[in-house]
Structure formats: C-alpha cells, structure tokens
C-alpha cells in the first residue's frame, strides 16, 4: 500500500473557486495561541505607556527584562502549535528556504540607514503563502539573521514578534483570494493582481516599515539613561507627556532609519514585486499543500492484468 498525494491531470491539487492555497492552515488552538502572544507582546512593548503610577510596574526596572523571558517561551508555543496543527514537510522545506533567504538579505545592508532589503521578501511572502505561515516566517527568519549578524541579545525576542506581525498583516490583507469562476470577473470576486496588488503590497510595506521601528524603539526607550527630560521616560508620568517624549525621541533617534527602510521596501516592491509573487505563487501551486494525500493498494505480484 502506498501513500501519495492525488492530483488530477496537469499536476495541480483540487480547488474551489476562489479558494486560496495555504502551507499553513489556522485552526482553533493556533489562532489562540496568535491572539495570546499578540496581547503579551502589546503589554511587553507598551508597558511604560499603559501601566498605572500606582501599580508598581511603571517604577520598575525589571518589567522589561521580565517581558523579555516570557516572549521567547510564548513565541515557541505558538511556533509548536501551528506546527501541530498545519507545518507538513513541504510547508517546512518552503519555510526553511524563505527564512535563509531573508535572514541572507538582512546582513545586505547591515542596517545602514536603514537599508533592509528583508521586509520586501517578508511582505511578499506572507502576502502568498497566509498569516500563519507569515507569522512563523518573520519570527524564524529573524531568528536566523540575528545569527548571521551576532545581534543576539535581550531586543531579539521584540524583534522576531515584529517581523512576525509584519508578514502576518501582509497575508491579512484583502484581495487575496484564488483564481475566480470561469464566469466572475476577477475584480468583482474579490481578487486583487498586477499593478493594483503592487501598489497595496508597496503602500503596506511603507506604513509596516515605519511601524516596526517605532514599535522597536518602546523596547528600549524606558530604561535608557543620560538623556533630555524632553525625550526620557518618566515613570508615572500621565500617558499624554510620555507620549509626547516618546514621538520626541522616534523624531530625534530613529526616523533616519526608518524612512529609508519604507523606501527601500516600496523600491523593491514595484520593481521586483511581480516576478518575486509570480515565483512564489508558482512554487506553492507545484507543492501541491492542498492536495489530499491518496492510499492506494498495490496488486500482488504475479497477478495477470486484465
């Protein structure tokens, strides 16, 4: 007997219409366990902002270092669980070949005024292949740049959760669906190609890029010492004038990487952006995820055929 995935001529798995393929299919408990490290990664970054001057956790030190040990545990649990309920081989062998790929781009520009050549694939990949695989995507292939380029520390954690929202919103975005029935229009089902996924991928791209180094910067902004009372964080101050030194701070420190990223990634996006989504959507239609795995029994040997 012989296991071996059943597809019909022309080597393709069996679609609806409009059905969209996925390496990793979301169920109940991977889309809690999204949710869960979402919300712990929302008080991990934001911490400073939310807590109250009569909790005891805006006067501490150690929330930061406390958040950091949690969000590597939680993000393995999230990483376990939609492998256990959606990472086939193929979807791993994709998996490993996308994050080397981008954790190879990153070094590229070594941060260089924000040259990072990495959010381009990462949108387009999760833009592809789904927010599950997205998320596990941006979080292992930043894991394995920090390798490359020895940025392993207590911000590697922030890091990977932040890639990891940004290839999961590229595949939350709309007008992704598959190929439309033979007799719908291709705008009118809800599908989105060429020049107009382009401009949405780019326009996202943008605002993720910006984002992600303003988020960034909530990692460590509370427990920087020696600067301006105009731009530090003052513990139990009201949330309007922390936030008002904060934006200060992204202002004087971080927006000349920032925008050159947005820009890189929007460059790349219009330029490479088609051949890269028509490569990735080539290679997951021949991985065949889709397609439902056949047993077949053999006819003993010696048998006289028909």
């Known amino acids: 007997m012989s296991a071996a995935p059943h597809l019909p001529e022309g080597g393709r798995p069996p679609a609806g219409p409009g059905r969209r393929t996925r390496a990793v299919r979301l169920g109940p408990r991977s889309v809690a366990?999204?949710?869960l490290v979402s919300a712990v990664g929302v008080l991990a970054f934001g911490w400073p902002l939310l807590a109250d001057s009569a909790s005891g956790l805006?006067?501490?030190?150690d929330a930061p270092w406390l958040f950091t040990a949690l969000l590597p545990m939680l993000l393995a649990v999230v990483?376990?669980?939609?492998a256990d309920t959606g990472l086939d081989a193929k979807a791993i062998a994709m998996l490993g070949v996308l994050a080397a790929a981008g954790a190879a781009m990153r070094p590229l520009g070594a941060g260089t005024a924000g040259i990072e050549p990495m959010f381009f694939l990462m949108v387009l990949s999760g833009r592809v292949l789904g927010p599950g695989f997205g998320f596990v995507l941006g979080s292992v292939a930043m894991f394995a740049s920090a390798l490359l380029t020895g940025g392993v520390g207590p911000w590697l954690p922030f890091q990977?959760?932040?890639?990891?929202?940004?290839?999961?919103?590229?595949?939350?975005?709309?007008?992704?669906?598959?190929?439309?029935p033979a007799r719908a229009k291709p705008r009118a089902w809800g599908r989105l190609r060429g020049r107009r996924e382009l401009a949405l991928l780019a326009a996202y791209g943008a605002v993720a890029a910006l984002l992600y180094g303003l988020v960034m910067n909530l990692q460590g902004w509370p427990y920087i010492g020696g600067m301006a009372s105009a731009v530090s964080f003052v513990p139990g101050d009201p949330l309007a004038q922390n936030l008002a030194r904060y934006l200060a701070y992204c202002l004087a420190t971080s927006l000349g990487w920032d925008v050159p990223r947005a820009v890189v990634t929007v460059l790349l996006t219009c330029t490479l952006g088609g051949t890269v989504l028509k490569a990735l959507r080539r290679a997951t239609r021949r991985a065949a995820f889709d397609a439902p795995v056949a047993f077949h029994a053999e006819p003993p040997r010696g048998a006289a055929g028909p």
Not at 58 to 61: D, Q, T
Not at 160 to 180: E, N, Q, T
């Open 58 to 61: 805006a006067h501490s030190r």
């Open 160 to 180: 990977m959760l932040s890639m990891g929202w940004v290839a999961m919103g590229a595949g939350l975005l709309p007008g992704a669906m598959g190929d439309p």
């Open 33 to 35: 366990a999204l949710v």
């Open 79 to 82: 990483v376990a669980t939609i």
